[in-house]
């Protein structure tokens, strides 16, 4: 496959994900710490990243490698296969707090979810709670 199609490939699965979760070229310099023409260049399909690089950014967006650099049939499947709980997994991962939650199983009801994040919401207020009182 030629270098060209690799580029363009990336472009549109980078960008597909950056959109899907809400997310700019700035947001990925400041919070990958990386270099503002490198994150252009991939988001324009003139240059691919290194692996070193694709693999931060799927750990950012939690998804696989693969998500970033295979063509996909259709880019609207997502890992979470209930929308609810898509929705309250990103609420989850956009909480520096709760992103342990993020590693969950992908076909967990939005209900289940739920109950872990408030799980983790009163494990850290106690933890607050404790800390506060010099426990």
């Known amino acids: 496959m030629p270098e060209?199609?690799?580029k363009k490939i990336f472009s549109?699965?980078?960008?597909?994900?950056?959109?899907?979760?809400?997310?700019?070229?700035?947001?990925?310099?400041?919070?990958?710490n990386f270099n503002k023409?490198?994150?252009?260049?991939?988001?324009?399909?003139?240059?691919?990243p290194r692996m070193d690089k694709v693999?931060?950014?799927?750990?950012?967006?939690?998804?696989?490698?693969?998500d970033l650099i295979e063509e996909k049939s259709n880019t609207?499947?997502?890992?979470?296969?209930?929308?609810?709980t898509r929705e309250?997994?990103?609420?989850?991962f956009e909480n520096p707090e709760l992103r342990t939650l993020f590693k969950v199983a992908r076909d967990i009801p939005p209900?289940?979810?739920?109950?872990?994040?408030e799980f983790m919401k009163t494990l850290k207020e106690q933890e607050q709670g404790n800390h506060d009182e010099g426990c």
Not at 55 to 66: P, V
Not at 88 to 92: F, L
């Open 4 to 6: 060209e199609l690799y």
């Open 12 to 32: 549109k699965n980078l960008n597909h994900y950056m959109e899907l979760y809400g997310k700019t070229q700035s947001d990925l310099i400041n919070d990958l």
């Open 37 to 48: 023409s490198a994150v252009s260049t991939w988001c324009n399909g003139t240059r691919l």
């Open 55 to 66: 693999e931060a950014l799927a750990k950012y967006f939690g998804i696989n490698r693969s």
């Open 76 to 84: 609207n499947d997502h890992y979470y296969l209930n929308d609810e």
């Open 88 to 92: 309250i997994a990103q609420e989850a």
């Open 111 to 117: 209900e289940r979810l739920r109950a872990h994040i």
